[in-house]
């Protein structure tokens, strides 16, 4: 329980819900002057500072947009809920957002923000999440949080932002690795786009074996012979996330037909189609879900490092050759993932590339465990300063 007055959000500042000018006026559109903020503009899981933007409206909106300035905290409200961002300067921003301008002589927006990230939960729990999450303005206007005197507040946002910058400077030393990895691929294979170095180009389906996974049938998650089995988002970029894995009755045959051999890569099927990650043999008796591609590679022509690199390639620069359809939500069925076309260098080359990789994941081991520290050290320090025990 919070020694300081607990206040609702909507108390502390004004509540604007976003809007979209419309585009069937071209003028809203024709200049960029005014960021527009959408959800996807706003990192998750850190307070982001929000000094860019995907896209613009022209000084011609400004009448039709709900525009804050800067110091107000943005937090999506429909969808993922509760991603939280700082403007730096005015911005415009669409409906899925409702922000905060907070007033200046009761709250600090940096300390608010913080507070928003703490009731992130219980924003998701009042969200209506019959078809979509949603949080109206009322809602979120409700929510309610600790607001300590003034200076207590900056103190605490202080103490924060410090831990927060040890955390971002840790994930970039990480990200500057994976940049590391890139720039070898390239320099060892060339540009996978146009082959610039001439390798044997074959269909995925001669070199591999590939397979969807068990669609879930929600009857079995309480069965006698559940196991763990992997969902798209446990699926990541060459890494598995265990943080949350679903459950289902696998019964023997399905065992068989669905087991994971040491090397196998899994390929996202939809969402965020081809994100790929390498199967190390984490734990014994895990199995995949439909939305997963199991891809077992041809030991003779091509190792799963070299693979997993070019699926990324292929999703970030040529959205797999127009292979993926997009009707309603983006995926790449198993007969078009058999026919993407790759680069097929030497077999020695794709090994000193998978030893190149190893060094490099070491390094990103023990930076990640440092990590993992300092986000523990930012949950506590969380707690504490909200607890009003470290000031």
């Known amino acids: 329980m919070s020694k300081w007055e607990m206040v609702r959000l909507g108390g502390v500042g004004a509540v604007i819900t976003g809007n979209t000018p419309k585009t069937s006026d071209v003028k809203n559109y024709d200049s960029d002057d005014l960021y527009f903020v959408k959800p996807s503009d706003i990192a998750e899981n850190v307070i982001a500072r929000l000094n860019d933007s995907e896209n613009y409206v022209s000084e011609y909106a400004r009448r039709s947009c709900r525009i804050v300035p800067q110091n107000s905290v943005l937090v999506t409200c429909i969808g993922i809920i509760g991603k939280i961002g700082v403007t730096t300067s005015e911005v415009a921003f669409n409906q899925q957002i409702n922000a905060i301008v907070p007033d200046a002589d009761k709250c600090n927006h940096k300390f608010l923000a913080y507070a928003i990230s703490r009731v992130r939960a219980e924003l998701n729990h009042v969200a209506n999440a019959a078809v979509v999450p949603i949080i109206n303005k009322s809602q979120f206007s409700d929510i309610k949080i600790p607001l300590p005197p003034l200076d207590v507040q900056k103190k605490i946002a202080d103490i924060l932002d410090h831990a927060s910058a040890l955390i971002e400077k840790r994930k970039a030393q990480i990200a500057k690795l994976d940049l590391l990895v890139k720039s070898q691929f390239a320099e060892m294979f060339g540009d996978p786009v146009t082959n610039s170095m001439g390798w044997d180009i074959k269909p995925l389906g001669e070199i591999t074996n590939s397979r969807l ?24 970029w060459f890494r598995i996330d265990f943080s949350k894995l679903n459950e289902m009755d696998f019964n023997e045959t399905d065992r068989i037909e669905f087991a994971l051999e040491y090397g196998d890569l899994l390929v996202c099927e939809g969402g965020e189609v081809g994100r790929t990650a390498i199967w190390e043999n984490e734990m014994v008796d895990c199995f995949f879900q439909k939305a997963i591609h199991r891809v077992r590679c041809d030991i003779n022509i ?35 993932l058999k026919r993407l ?26 930076m990640r465990l440092g990590l993992d520290k300092l986000e523990l050290l930012h949950k506590s320090l969380m707690q504490k300063c909200f607890n009003g025990e470290v000031l």
């Open 213 to 236: 996974g068990k669609m879930l049938d929600a009857k079995k998650q309480t069965g006698e012979n559940n196991y763990p089995y992997l969902a798209n988002f446990n699926v990541q």
């Open 302 to 336: 091509c190792i799963p490092e070299y693979m997993a690199w070019i699926m990324y390639q292929k999703a970030t620069t040529t959205n797999f050759d127009g292979l993926v359809t997009s009707a309603t939500i983006a995926h790449l069925t198993g007969e078009k």
């Open 341 to 366: 076309m790759v680069q097929v260098p030497p077999l020695d080359l794709q090994h000193s590339f998978a030893e190149f990789i190893h060094a490099v994941d070491e390094s990103k081991t023990k």
